[in-house]
T-cell receptor
Framework: KQEVTQIPAALSVPEGENLVLNCSFTDSAIYNLQWFRQDPGKGLTSLLLIQSSQREQTSGRLNASLDKSSGRSTLYIAASQPGDSATYLCAVEGGGNKLTFGGGTRVLVKP | ETGVTQSPTHLIKTRGQQVTLRCSSQSGHNTVSWYQQALGQGPQFIFQYYREEENGRGNFPPRFSGLQFPNYSSELNVNALELDDSALYLC????????????FGPGTRLTVL
């Protein structure tokens, strides 16, 4: 059974600092890994999707890496801004579009 | 192109009642998945519908059931509500059985008293 873990559960940084969010998963047989952002009480916004054959994906200030063999992914957010404050969730797809999520990392960027 | 929509936004029910939640998938998407997100936790997969057929189910009891209609919109029904059913219910759509990005709706917040 796939298990996804995100550590730390919460993170507070001053504005301008780079953010590093970690995600680990137990079963390396995945199709892809996705990072999502969730604002309080809202739905999920997809940030990046990394296919199992890829090592990383980039979008603007966001960069996500994937190491399938070690069961790890890292999301980097450069030069954090107060608007980046949210919960970040990673999820792995083991097939059939069914996602297994981690518990999320709650990020606060202080002005 | 419209995104994924869900209704209602919020709902309050009492223990033992039944509830129906609705989801309209993104245009052109024939696969809809439902997730339950308890407060402070990540979403958990309930089930998925592909072309009106159930296509996989998570670890949820039979009182959680669903439907998908010919226009690919979907319903989640929960019978005999329990306090622990209080959560944010999310639906997500994809264009098919591909490994594409899933598009999530804004969710329905269900409170069971």
């Amino acid at each position: 059974k796939q298990e996804v873990t995100q550590i730390p559960a919460a993170l507070s940084v001053p504005e301008g600092e780079n953010l590093v969010l970690n995600c680990s998963f137990t079963d390396s047989a995945i199709y892809n890994l996705q990072w999502f952002r969730q604002d309080p009480g809202k739905g999920l916004t997809s940030l990046l999707l990394i296919q199992s054959s890829q090592r990383e994906q980039t979008s603007g200030r966001l960069n996500a890496s994937l190491d399938k063999s070690s069961g790890r992914s890292t999301l980097y957010i450069a030069a954090s801004q107060p608007g980046d404050s949210a919960t970040y969730l990673c999820a792995v797809e083991g097939g059939g579009n069914k996602l297994t999520f981690g518990g999320g990392t709650r990020v606060l960027v202080k002005p | 192109e419209t995104g994924v929509t869900q209704s209602p936004t919020h709902l309050i029910k009492t223990r033992g009642q039944q509830v129906t939640l609705r989801c309209s998938s993104q245009s052109g998407h024939n696969t809809v998945s439902w997730y339950q997100q308890a407060l402070g936790q990540g979403p958990q997969f309930i089930f998925q519908y592909y072309r009106e057929e159930e296509n996989g189910r998570g670890n949820f009891p039979p009182r959680f059931s669903g439907l998908q209609f010919p226009n690919y919109s979907s319903e989640l029904n929960v019978n005999a509500l329990e306090l622990d059913d209080s959560a944010l219910y999310l639906c997500a759509s994809t264009p098919g059985r591909s490994t594409d990005t899933q598009y999530f709706g804004p969710g329905t917040r269900l409170t069971v008293l």
